[in-house]
């Protein structure tokens, strides 16, 4: 054995285990595994992106003043453009000049609420040109210090259920004889005229006198057609106001200035001293007119209706005499 060479005590086993090395181990194997790490979060944001890209509702997010800052591939479908040229602008960029004042309107009192919003009808212009009625909804967003930075949210397709709202809207005030409004359009167009406070509306009741003879004579065809060819008439001579039809032969002009009332009439009493060519008989009808001119905010529907009634009625006790077919007096 060599002078220098000696038999070295191993002395005691280090732990392992300690924390020290443990804490080693951990923040190297981190950085061993940090490659794997970031491809498993390149592919989850990946596989993100895809879901929202391929969502049947459009994904996006606005800045405070409203800008796109994101927006999911779904824009190509609802809107036809791409992503990349909706960013920067606003939603009311691709709305009708009036649709976006009034949808921006809504939105500036719902930002300055700071609140979530959920289905906001509005109307857009496709790139082709086709107006596309989009349901919006949106939470917002603030940062750390409660400041409000944005909204998110999402834009579904609602062209087709619209459509069919609006049409069975029209439908349900519309009088399936003459196309003229009927007794729940008069009565919103009534509550209308109440808050318009412009001038006092007239409402002008009329009927047709001797009318159930032309359904005994003629046939109740006969007669379906009359008042079809007649509400055509005098709705086109009683224009700008409005004509419904309440049932049988009772119909209703809103004029929205009491002052064209009388001259309504007259115009109406004008075309209706011209015959109507039905089923190739020539016939002349006359009627009766009933005037209640109201001032705004003053009555119900139904009170302004039954001044019209009273004045009606009042026209047809106050006939002189049987040749007298047309009396026209104002209601008090």
């Known amino acids: 054995m060599s002078p220098t060479s000696r038999t070295r005590n191993p002395g005691p086993a280090k732990d392992r285990s300690s924390p020290e090395?443990?804490?080693?181990?951990?923040?190297?194997?981190?950085?061993?595994?940090?490659?794997?790490?970031?491809?498993?979060?390149?592919?989850e944001i990946a596989r993100l992106r895809a879901m929202l890209d391929?969502?049947?509702?459009?994904?996006?997010?606005?800045?405070?003043?409203?800008?796109?800052?994101?927006?999911?591939?779904?824009?190509l479908v609802?809107?036809?453009?791409?992503?990349?040229e909706i960013i920067g602008r606003t939603p009311f960029d691709f709305m009708p000049p009036d649709e976006a004042e009034r949808v921006g309107s809504a939105f500036a009192e719902i930002v300055?609420?700071?609140?979530?919003?959920?289905?906001?009808?509005?109307?857009?212009?496709?790139?082709?040109?086709?107006?596309?009625?989009?349901?919006?909804?949106?939470?917002?967003?603030?940062?750390?210090?409660?400041?409000?930075?944005?909204?998110?949210?999402?834009?579904?397709?609602v062209t087709t259920q619209e459509t069919e709202r609006t049409?069975?809207?029209h439908l349900a005030r519309r009088d399936d004889l003459t196309g003229l409004g009927n007794r729940l359009?008069?009565?919103?167009?009534?509550?209308?005229?109440?808050?318009?406070?412009?001038?006092?509306?007239?409402?002008?009741?009329?009927?047709?006198?001797?009318?159930?003879?032309?359904?005994?004579?003629?046939?109740?065809?006969?007669?379906?057609?009359?008042?079809?060819l007649l509400a055509g008439r005098i709705a086109c001579l009683a224009a700008p106001a409005r004509m419904f039809r309440l049932g049988g032969d009772e119909f209703v002009i809103v004029a929205p200035d009491g002052a064209l009332a009388t001259t309504i009439v007259e115009r109406a009493l004008a075309g209706l001293a011209q015959p109507f060519e039905v089923y190739g008989a020539s016939v002349r009808i006359a009627a009766s007119f009933g005037i209640a001119t109201c001032p705004p905010n003053a009555e119900s529907p139904e009170e302004v209706l039954a001044r019209a009634d009273t004045a009606l009625y009042e026209a047809k006790a106050r006939r002189p005499a049987p040749e007298a077919e047309h009396h026209v007096p104002t209601g008090a």
Do not use: C
């Open 78 to 84: 609802l809107l036809g453009y791409e992503p990349h």
């Open 21 to 43: 090395r443990n804490a080693r181990r951990q923040r190297f194997g981190a950085l061993i595994d940090a490659p794997a790490d970031t491809e498993r979060l390149l592919q």
């Open 54 to 75: 391929t969502n049947s509702d459009w994904i996006w997010e606005v800045d405070a003043q409203g800008r796109y800052t994101y927006a999911s591939r779904h824009s």
């Open 112 to 157: 300055r609420e700071k609140r979530s919003f959920a289905g906001l009808i509005n109307h857009n212009r496709h790139r082709d040109g086709r107006i596309v009625v989009l349901e919006t909804s949106g939470v917002p967003l603030f940062d750390a210090g409660g400041v409000l930075q944005g909204y998110r949210g999402i834009d579904r397709d």
């Open 167 to 169: 049409r069975l809207h």
């Open 185 to 228: 359009a008069l009565r919103e167009r009534l509550s209308e005229a109440m808050t318009e406070p412009a001038t006092d509306f007239a409402v002008i009741l009329f009927d047709l006198d001797h009318f159930k003879p032309i359904n005994d004579t003629l046939g109740h065809a006969a007669g379906d057609l009359l008042l079809t």
